[in-house]
């Protein structure tokens, strides 16, 4: 069964600090994608970043990249220059075959407090 | 620029109540989902559909039932409603099988805060 798993219920950074959010998975597919979605308090859903498994180049998005590791099934987040805007949960999430249809899990979840 | 339109943002009900939580996509999306998130469990799947017509049970489906009449609505229905159910709900819809897929990406809702007593 896939399986998402984020170990770190809670992180703090330092504004203008560098934090980095673990996030692994369990597949026995090649082929799938992997997200990290922020929720502010606003409870709204917001895409942060992707990666395609059959790209070994890391995602970018601006300050924030990921450290995909296919063969260890980790997918870190690392947010560079972390700003007060950037408080909030976040999910990791795998999408891909799940029992014949496409499917999204999501991990539990970390909340990620920036401190001035 | 509407997205993925939830109603109603919150609601409480007593025990044994049912309700319709609604669902609109104004994206032309093939696929649209519901899910539940409860502290310490991230979100979880209830049910989804990969077109009109077409239904299936995600991780979570007992209690809810669902149908798919229109490209554009999705709604969702707790027939007897339990205090397990209090939770927020998220509809969330993307392109459908083939080329939108591959990027993946789940539009969202912003949630619906549902409380049974």
């Known amino acids: 069964a896939q399986t998402v798993t984020q170990s770190q219920p809670e992180m703090s950074v330092q504004e203008a600090e560098t934090v980095t959010l673990s996030c692994t998975y369990d597949?026995?597919?090649?082929?799938?994608?992997l997200f990290w979605y922020k929720q502010p308090p606003s409870r709204q859903m917001i895409l942060v970043i992707r990666?395609?498994?059959?790209?070994?180049q890391n995602a970018t998005e601006n300050r924030f990249s990921v450290n995909f590791q296919k063969a260890a099934k980790s997918f870190s987040l690392k947010i560079s220059d972390s700003q007060l805007g950037d408080a909030a949960m976040y999910f990791c999430a795998y999408r891909g075959l799940i029992q014949g249809a496409q499917k999204l899990v999501f991990g539990q979840g970390t909340r990620l407090t920036i401190n001035p | 620029n509407a997205g993925v339109t939830q109603t109603p943002k919150f609601q409480v009900l007593k025990t044994g109540q049912s309700m319709t939580l609604q669902c609109a996509q104004d994206?032309?999306?093939?696929?649209m989902s519901w899910y539940r998130q409860d502290p310490g469990m991230g979100l979880r799947l209830i049910h989804y559909?990969?077109?009109?017509?077409?239904?299936d049970q995600g991780e979570v489906p007992n209690g809810y039932n669902v149908s798919r009449s229109t490209t554009e609505d999705f709604p969702l229905r707790l027939l007897s409603a339990a205090p397990s159910q209090t939770s927020v709900y998220f509809c969330?819809?993307?392109?459908?099988?083939?080329?939108?897929?591959?990027?993946?990406?789940?539009?969202f809702g912003e949630g619906s805060r549902l409380t049974v007593l």
């Open positions: 969330a819809s993307s392109r459908g099988q083939g080329a939108g897929i591959k990027t993946g990406e789940l539009f």
């Open positions: 990666q395609e498994a059959y790209k070994q």
């Open positions: 559909s990969v077109g009109a017509g077409i239904t």
């Open positions: 994206m032309n999306h093939e696929y």
């Open positions: 597949t026995s597919e090649s082929d799938y994608y």
